[in-house]
């Protein structure tokens, strides 16, 4: 007993699942750890302009949480302060010889300043911010050398708060590819209950199935209907739709990720977009699914139809959380086909009322858009598995061997 309270206490610390789930709190540590040990070091070596570093650990892991987006805002940041370091040495060096020409060196650091500020607003942005910061430290007074040495300090403060920062997020990381691909399976599991509770919609209120005498040899059911004049419409499930309400948070939630999980695992722009805009148009499906569901269960369809239906139900539903347990699982594994129905073998139905006509259309449009998610993430599988790290695969396989594949309690 003792050990799975321990393995609960410190999985946030250790298990990636877990940290998805208390991403929020353990951010909050791993701030405080990184601005404490910015003031250690600056309490044991007593380097000049030490706040510097504690500012740099605050502007690059305050607002931000996961490794991509951390190493991004580093990697600019480090940049930014090493060309300004460049080019304000390159302005002092350039004013020891101006003699009564210092008009112009006024004048080029005006245009440079302006230089870098549009060159900022077009490409380079954070980079060129801290180009145009780190320049003016070092040549605000060109009559002071001791202004130099102070610029040439802070620059050198804002290098160690940057690996500060970089260092904890390596200590205790939060990956966006890891939290994308977590927000994606906690959603397509969320919408195969969803998917699953339309169907007790469509059966709400219906007679029960009795075999029929030429259905003996099958396993198709018979069913009758009554009058659908005698037959009221089905109140949509209140908790259903606070469930859909969940989904569409974290779906919101997934897009401050894709940047980050593009610059880890390599996968295009445009293809993490195109995962995304399936991604929303699978829960929009569904939702639609969900208003339509009640109006049908007064509404006959033959049997064939309603045995095609259940398929469907059946193998969407296990597609949906299949896909799921692929993005969670810690071992490479591959997208299977979503269904192995065949429409062809069954009536046609546009023999059916509209409604079931709709909702039919609506069904095949949700198998084409599992489909093409699956497609696309079986097409770019190896990159987002190897970006989630090989201490994530180990770490999670030792837990499935030790305490089953279960969600940790938490």
Not at 286 to 294: E, G, K, Q, V
């Amino acid at each position: 007993m003792k050990p799975k309270l321990w393995h609960r206490f410190t999985a946030p610390f250790v298990e990636p699942y877990a940290r998805y789930l208390h991403a929020d709190i353990l951010h909050a540590i791993r701030l405080g750890i990184a601005v404490l040990a910015a003031l250690l070091l600056n309490s044991l070596f007593h380097i000049p302009y030490g706040e510097w570093a504690t500012i740099t650990v605050f502007v690059i892991l305050g607002l931000l949480q996961y490794q991509g987006a951390i190493y991004t805002k580093a990697k600019e940041r480090i940049l930014g302060t090493l060309l300004g370091v460049v080019v304000g040495l390159g302005f002092l060096w350039l004013s020891q010889d101006l003699g009564n020409w210092m008009w112009l060196y006024y004048l080029l650091i005006g245009i440079i300043s302006g230089i870098i500020g549009y060159i900022a607003i077009k490409q380079l942005g954070y980079i060129g911010l801290l180009t145009g910061i780190t320049m003016l430290m070092i040549v605000s007074s060109p009559d002071h050398s001791d202004v130099a040495t102070d610029g040439l300090y802070r620059a050198f403060n804002i290098l160690i708060g940057a690996g500060v920062a970089v260092a904890v997020t390596l200590v205790l990381p939060l990956k966006s590819t890891l939290m994308w691909r977590f927000l994606l399976a906690s959603n397509l599991d969320a919408c195969s209950k969803l998917y699953a509770g339309v169907s007790e919609h469509i059966e709400a209120d219906t007679p029960k199935y009795k075999p029929s005498e030429s259905d003996k040899s099958t396993s198709f059911p018979e069913i009758t209907y009554p009058s659908s004049s005698n037959m009221p419409d089905v109140p949509v499930n209140k908790d259903l739709i606070r469930e859909l309400k969940e989904i569409n948070k974290r779906l919101l939630a997934v897009r401050p990720h894709m940047a980050a999980t593009t610059s880890e695992s390599g996968i295009d722009k445009e293809t993490i977009e195109s995962i995304q805009r399936t991604h929303r148009n699978i829960i929009g499906t569904i939702d639609l699914l969900l208003s339509a569901a009640p109006r049908l269960a007064s509404i006959e369809i033959d049997d064939n139809n309603h045995v095609l239906l259940t398929h469907y139900q059946q193998e969407l539903t296990e597609a949906m959380q299949h896909i799921a347990a692929v993005l969670r699982s810690p071992t490479d594994q591959a997208f299977r086909p979503i269904t192995h129905i065949v429409v062809t073998d069954y009536p046609c139905v546009q023999d059916l009322a509209f409604e079931w006509q709709g909702y039919f259309w609506l069904t095949q449009t949700l198998q084409a858009q599992l489909q093409r998610l699956s497609d696309l993430l079986q097409a770019t599988n190896s990159q987002w598995f190897s970006a989630s790290g090989l201490r994530y695969q180990r770490r999670e396989r030792r837990r499935i061997k030790e305490y089953g594949d279960t969600d940790l309690g938490l």
